[in-house]
């Protein structure tokens, strides 16, 4: 493959990614404005607009650093900091550390989907657990009934 497709496919990944990701997040908040007419958006948004943010600052920063990083490489082995060059390296460092994030998550998101592990918030209720859940709350209206009368 070619340098420049190389360039190309990395940029339409990273791009591509972050977008959506981006553009999730606005019709999110656009199509609840509308449902609820509720104008509260850091209210309501301000975990993901928080992320988001950190999200883009963290990005910028390390791109300044690659940036930086890949400037003083080159001129330490006379050549010149390219536009191309550093693109390939920048999207390397970024698709590695999504890469690494992004399986972790789809583990964990199969794993717990498919994996049982008693007592944590995302195992599967057994219905012994249910049960006893119900009667325990059924026990308390008893009581709260009782106590009214």
């Given at each position: 493959m070619s ?56 990005w910028a ?89």
């Open positions: 340098d420049t497709l190389i360039n190309v496919v990395t940029l339409v990944v990273l791009l591509g990614v972050s977008g959506y990701l981006l553009a999730s997040l606005v019709v999110s908040i656009v199509a609840e404005r509308r449902r609820s007419h509720v104008r509260k958006t850091w209210k309501n948004f301000g975990l993901s607009l928080a992320f988001c943010s950190l999200f883009l600052l963290s920063a390390q791109g300044l650093a690659e940036w930086n990083l890949y400037r003083n490489e080159q001129g330490a082995h006379g050549e010149p900091a390219t536009a191309s060059g550093f693109l390939a390296e920048f999207g390397q460092s970024t698709l590695e550390n999504w890469q690494s994030e992004f399986l972790q998550l789809f583990a964990f998101v199969v794993l717990s989907a498919v994996l049982i592990h008693r007592g944590s918030a995302e195992s599967k209720d057994s219905g012994e657990r249910v049960e006893r859940k119900i009667d325990a709350i059924a026990a308390r209206l008893d009581e709260l009934g009782s106590s009214r009368s």
